[in-house]
C-alpha cells in the first residue's frame, strides 16, 4: 500500500482519482486524462536551497515530502491546484540554452497568478530578488517576468479580486519553432482545448492558449531560428491507459523519447516529444492485484 501511495505522490494525485475529463477531437488522447490538470517539471544545477525557497517562500507553492528517486536523485515537489510542479537537481541543467524568452525554443515560461502586488514584490524582496517591473496585461491585471535561481523565467500576473480558484491554476510557456505544427499536436494529438490567440504585450507576440482543466500551456513563436532547449522542464499528464497512448503515438509518427515502460515502483509510462523536443510524458498507476487466496479442502 506504501508503494502505491508514493505513485500517487509522483504523479500529483489525490486519493481519489478525479473522473476523466471530456474527450476531445477524435483520435486524440483527452479521454484518458484522470487529473484535472498538467504536472510540469524543471531541472536545475543551483543549489538546492536556492529554488525551494524561491518556490515555496517566493512564488507560495505548499512544499511536499520530496520523493528519493534512487541512485541518490530527489524530486522536489510543490502542489497548485490539483497539480504539482516539480524540481529535479541535474548537473548539466547549467549547460542548457537560456537567455530571453525567445532566445531558444522549449518550455520557457511558468506563470502564476496572485492576489496582491505589494506582497508579491514584498517576498521577493525579503529574499534579495529585484523588484519586478509590472506592466498592463491583456485581458486584465498585471504582469511581470522575473528568474528564478537557475535563470529561467517565471510570469508573475496579479489580477485582484478574482475567484479563489484563478490562484490555484498556473500556465505553462513554450517557444516553439513552427507555430502550427506546435498547435497541431497540443490541438488534435494531446487533445486540449484551443483558446482564442491572445496578443502578449509582455512577450512580444501572439500566444495560442490550450487549455486542461487548471492548466493552459501557452505556445508562441519568434519566426527565428534559434537553439532548441529540450532538456530543462517538461509536462506529465495522468491517464488511464499508457498502451493508448503508444498505440497513438507511433500511428501519429510522434517522436518517442523514452519507450512504453515501468518507471519506478507502480507506474507505467511513456515519454514523447512535442515537434520542438518538449517531453510530454504520460503516466498511469498499475495497482497490484491482491494475491489469491488457496481454495480450502
Known amino acids: ?15 481519489a482519482a478525479a473522473p476523466a475529463l471530456a474527450e476531445g477531437p477524435e483520435g486524440s488522447l483527452a479521454a484518458l486524462s484522470t487529473q484535472p490538470s498538467m504536472n510540469v517539471f524543471r531541472r536545475f544545477a543551483v543549489e538546492r536551497a536556492k529554488m525551494v525557497e524561491f518556490y515555496g517562500e517566493v512564488l507560495g507553492l505548499k512544499q511536499l515530502p520530496s520523493l528519493t528517486l534512487g541512485g541518490g536523485n530527489e524530486m522536489i515537489l510543490f502542489e497548485i491546484g490539483t497539480a504539482q510542479v516539480k524540481l529535479q537537481a541535474t548537473p548539466a541543467a547549467s549547460q542548457y540554452p537560456g537567455g530571453a524568452v525567445k532566445d531558444a525554443t522549449g518550455l520557457r515560461v511558468l506563470t502564476f497568478f496572485y492576489p496582491d502586488e505589494a506582497t508579491l514584490t514584498a517576498r521577493l524582496a525579503a529574499k534579495g530578488y529585484p523588484a519586478p517591473s509590472f506592466t498592463a496585461r491583456a485581458g486584465g491585471g498585471r504582469a511581470a517576468m522575473v528568474l528564478d535561481p537557475e535563470k529561467q523565467w ?22 516553439a519553432s513552427n507555430l502550427e505544427k506546435s498547435r497541431a499536436f497540443y490541438r488534435s494529438f494531446v487533445g ?14 501572439t500566444k495560442y492558449p490550450f487549455r486542461h482543466g487548471d492548466t493552459t500551456i501557452n505556445v508562441w513563436s519568434f519566426g527565428q531560428a534559434v537553439p532548441a532547449n529540450k532538456s530543462s522542464a517538461g509536462i506529465q499528464y495522468v491517464v488511464n491507459n ?8 507511433k500511428a501519429a509518427s510522434v517522436t518517442i523519447d523514452r519507450p512504453l515502460g515501468p518507471f519506478g515502483t507502480g507506474l507505467r509510462t511513456i515519454w514523447l516529444s512535442d515537434p520542438d523536443g518538449v517531453t510530454n510524458y504520460f503516466a498511469q498507476i498499475i495497482r497490484r492485484q491482491p494475491a489469491a487466496v488457496p481454495a480450502s479442502r
Open 154 to 175: 517565471v510570469e508573475l500576473v496579479v489580477l485582484p479580486g478574482a475567484p479563489a480558484e484563478t490562484y490555484r491554476r498556473f500556465e505553462v510557456g513554450i517557444t
Open 1 to 15: 500500500m506504501q508503494k502505491l501511495i508514493r505513485a500517487w505522490v509522483v504523479l500529483g494525485l489525490v486519493a
Open 192 to 205: 486540449l482545448d484551443e483558446l482564442p490567440p491572445v496578443v502578449d504585450a509582455v512577450l512580444g507576440t
Open 242 to 249: 499508457v498502451e493508448t497512448v503508444d498505440t497513438k503515438a
